[in-house]
C-alpha cells in the first residue's frame, strides 16, 4: 500500500527545508519536509533524481537546482540518507549518481551520507529501482527531489512501483 503524504502541493510553495546555512535555522524545523524528515531520521530518505549530463560531464541547470534542495535538506538533517538516482549516460562510463556524489560533496554533503542507485535511465526505473532499495533498507517515506515540470510524472511512477513492490511508504515532494 503506498501512502501519499501532505508535501509541497506545488512549485510556489516548495519546501525545500534548506534556509541555506549548514545548520538549520529554528524556520527550517517548522516546514513540513523538515518535520517529516525529523520524525524518522533513519527511516526517512531524500532522493535527488538525476537528468541527463552534458557530453563532457556538466552538470545541466535542472540537476544543479535539484542538487541544491537535496543538499540543503541533507545539510539540515545529517542522519537522514539521500539516495542519488541516475545510470550511466550513452556517452561516459560514468553513471549520473557518482557526477551527483560530487555535486553534493561540493555542497557541503558528506560522501558517507549519500546511497547510489546507479542502475536507472528513465524516470520509470528510477522509481522501480529506489523503491526496491528503500524497501530492502526498512524505509517508511522518502521525499523526492525534482523539478516542478517532472514531478507528476515522477510522483505517478514511485507511486505505481510501490505499489507493484507492496511497499508502504510515505512518499512527499521538494521542488527544485
Avoid: C
Avoid at 539516495?83 to 549520473?96: A, D, F, H, K, R
Avoid at 556524489?101 to 554533503?109: A, H, S
Avoid at 528513465?122 to 532499495?133: D, G, H
Amino acid at each position: 500500500m503506498v501512502v501519499v503524504g501532505a508535501g509541497v502541493a506545488s512549485p510556489a510553495n516548495a519546501d525545500t527545508g534548506s534556509t541555506g546555512s549548514l545548520g538549520g535555522g529554528s524556520s527550517d524545523l517548522l516546514t513540513p519536509n523538515s518535520q517529516f524528515l525529523w520524525q524518522n531520521p533513519l527511516g526517512h530518505y531524500i532522493v535527488i533524481l538525476g537528468a541527463k549530463m552534458g557530453t563532457f560531464g556538466q552538470t545541466p541547470d535542472v540537476l544543479a537546482r535539484r542538487l541544491d534542495v537535496g543538499a540543503g535538506l541533507a545539510r539540515s538533517h545529517p542522519v537522514n540518507r539521500v539516495i542519488v538516482s541516475g545510470g550511466n549516460t550513452w556517452w561516459l562510463p560514468v553513471p549520473e549518481a557518482q557526477f551527483m556524489n560530487i555535486g553534493l560533496m561540493r555542497r557541503g554533503v558528506p560522501f558517507w551520507q549519500m546511497v547510489n542507485e546507479a542502475g536507472s535511465t528513465s524516470t520509470v526505473q528510477n522509481a522501480t529501482n529506489t523503491v526496491r532499495m528503500l524497501k530492502a533498507m526498512g524505509a517508511s517515506g522518502a521525499i523526492i527531489v525534482t523539478n516542478g515540470f517532472h514531478m507528476p510524472r515522477a510522483m505517478n511512477d514511485f507511486r505505481a512501483a510501490a505499489a507493484k513492490q507492496h511497499a508502504r511508504l510515505d512518499l512527499r515532494t521538494a521542488y527544485a
